[in-house]
């Protein structure tokens, strides 16, 4: 198992994807897609408007509808790259950056499967933020 222990990089260079590691990653990316579908389907998000919380003034329902706003457009942005991903998974080129075509990597793609970008191009705008 450990018989290749002088290819380990401790580097940016990513390795690529086994192919479990590719089959596990279209699955996340499966059940991500389509809890997402759900989710954008729903027109209010119960847990934001507690009706046990009574009365909320003006401005805290404003901050509200802000609030759930904002995370709307932040799922239909990682709706819309899972969509993408999902096709790059069919052309088997998923999990290569589609900007300069280096993996990304398992460790970076496991938390977000929906990744584009590796870390490198990824960057500068992620830090932005
Ligand atoms: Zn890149």
Known sequence: MTDEWWLEDDGDVADPLTVDEFQELHLDLIVL????????????????????????????????????????????ARLSKAVVALKLVVDEEYGECR???????????????????????????EKKR
């Open 33 to 76: 897609h389509d809890s997402l579908e759900g989710l954008m389907r729903t027109p209010t998000e119960p847990d934001e408007l507690d009706p046990s919380d009574g009365q909320l003034s003006p401005e805290e329902a404003m901050q509200q509808k802000k609030m759930a706003q904002a995370k709307r457009s932040r799922m239909r």
């Open 99 to 125: 900007r300069c075509g280096e993996d990304i990597g398992y460790p970076r793609l496991k938390p977000k499967p929906e990744t584009l970008l590796c870390i490198a191009c990824a960057e500068p705008t």
